[in-house]
């Protein structure tokens, strides 16, 4: 790429794409911020209705005590109900859905007592302090407990709903991230020189896949740049991996890659169960007949497709001059580790080109979404002819 003009735009892309992740994940990180301190605040009121309501029941079981003075008790009964009732209010405010349910019952509990706290009263004025003592103990005592764990399922209820809250905020984030950094990396990936030396008696159809051939070292080996279309079809892929929607979809796109990665054939191998044996579930630019006599590849095995599997690293098989073409195998990793890998047949000698390579690994990151969000609707292939 020699345009001085089109690298310092793709450079300004990088950058403004890098700029747009880290202010949403500045505005994520304030957001939440905000929803942990509410959840302080609602907790702290929580904690004062609770303890209002722990004095408003010792106050009112004072009354009938030996030697108290009820023109002190009277009063602290009464304010300690109108705090909790306050502080009911304040949590209210900030509740969620969830907590709503509890806090008005918590608040219709208090109201209740309050409507106690009267009744004792009116028995009090009368001198029948028997009476007044038998409500105090048994139904003021009841609803003050009752008000207490209501305020408390409120508290677990808000507690979940925050938690679940950041959560998704969380994961918001590290779809930003990815999307930020995936995107600044392909712009950086237009300005790799990368390329593919042409070979006259590579155009033939591959005989089987390379995938299952002894793995072998990257070399060092350095070629000219190709076109920056084959990076644009990349981009156009990453788009088109957004809309799968079936395995057709999935085994066209594998086709467009083929064609994008100048690969004579791709074949995508995934571990059934998990940390089992690699069996390909989807391929194009092998016959019928190539595939059915495919085995199972252990995990263990001495090849490229179950190192890559194992290790989770990208792994190469050179061409071998007069013989057979190269080969790249990108791991698939999933959040659960590395589920599977993907082999792609080089031709022109190119498997150790940095542009095919990253391209390789960007299509098994995009394989691994599509994978584990359809994974029912994966079978043995058949065949796949691009």
Known sequence: MRSAALRVTIGAIAWIALGAGAYLLFQSEQHI??????????????????????????????????????????????????????????????????????????????????????????????????????????EGTDAAATAGRQIETARQAQHEAVDASVAAMRKTEMTIGAAAGGGAALMVLLLVPVSRRPRADDDEPADAPLSIAPAAAPTAAASPAPEPAIFKSAAALATEFGRVRDVDDLKRLLARAADVMD???????????????????????????????????????????????????????????????????????????????????????????????ALAEILAAHLAGVLSQTPANVSEPKTAHG
């Not at 497709?305 to 791991?331: D, K």
């Open 33 to 138: 911020g905000e929803v942990t301190a509410s959840l302080r605040a609602f907790d702290l009121h929580a904690r004062q209705a609770t303890d209002a309501l722990v004095e408003a029941r010792v106050a009112q079981q004072a009354y009938v005590a030996a030697g108290q003075g009820l023109a002190f008790w009277m009063p602290k009964v009464t304010s300690s109900a109108e705090a909790a009732q306050a502080s009911l209010t304040a949590m209210r405010e900030s509740a969620d859905a969830a907590a709503l349910t509890p806090i008005d019952q918590a608040a219709g509990t208090v109201t209740e007592f309050t409507s106690i706290e009267k009744r004792v009263r009116d028995y009090l004025k009368s001198g029948q302090a028997l009476m007044a003592g038998d409500v105090i103990f048994t």
């Open 263 to 357: 690969a004579s054939g791709l074949m995508v191998w995934m571990a059934t169960p998990p940390g089992g044996d690699l069996r390909p579930i989807l391929s194009h630019g092998y016959s019928a007949d190539v595939l059915s006599r495919i085995p199972p590849v252990p995990r263990s095995a001495d090849n490229a497709a179950a190192a890559a599997y194992r290790s989770g690293t990208l792994q190469i098989v050179l061409a071998r001059p007069g013989s057979s073409s190269g080969a790249v195998v990108a791991p698939i990793l999933s959040a659960d580790g590395c589920v599977g890998a993907l082999s792609a047949e080089i031709r022109h000698r190119a498997e150790t080109s940095e542009g095919v390579q």
